[in-house]
Nanobody, 115 residues
Framework: QVQLVESGGGLVQPGGSLRLSCAAS????????MRWYRQAPEQQREFVAI???????NYLDSVKGRFTISKDNPKNTVALQMNSLKPEDTAVYFC?????????WGQGTQVTVSS
């Protein structure tokens, strides 16, 4: 079992920055993939960013160059640095990890980009 706790969401003006963090606990030794997803109102949940245990990263096209995913192995956290935020980035952001053959989700954190 893996438990995930996200933090760092909030309200920010367009062009601003936020840093999301996801802390993992439990069977963390088996985590191979860490991802961020987001879900806007009345929209399907969509992939935002991925980082693997080997350090491979990839992003949703619309966030490339603005968002950066990183992980801190000693602290068992994954972060999403979000810069140059746009109103269309408004959503609930979810942390997701794959450990063994199982996938785990955090509770989500709200990000609102508005003036």
């Amino acid at each position: 079992q893996v438990q995930l706790v996200e933090s760092g969401g909030g309200l920010v003006q367009p062009g601003g920055s936020l840093r999301l963090s996801c802390a993992a606990s439990g069977s963390i030794f088996s985590i191979s993939v860490m991802r961020w997803y987001r879900q806007a109102p009345e929209q399907q949940r969509e992939f935002v960013a991925i980082i693997t245990s080997a350090g491979y990263t990839n992003y949703l096209d619309s966030v490339k160059g603005r968002f950066t995913i990183s992980k801190d192995n000693p602290k068992n956290t994954v972060a999403l640095q979000m810069n140059s935020l746009k109103p269309e980035d408004t959503a609930v952001y979810f942390c997701n990890v794959v450990a063994g053959t199982l996938s785990y989700w955090g509770q989500g954190t709200q990000v609102t980009v508005s003036s």
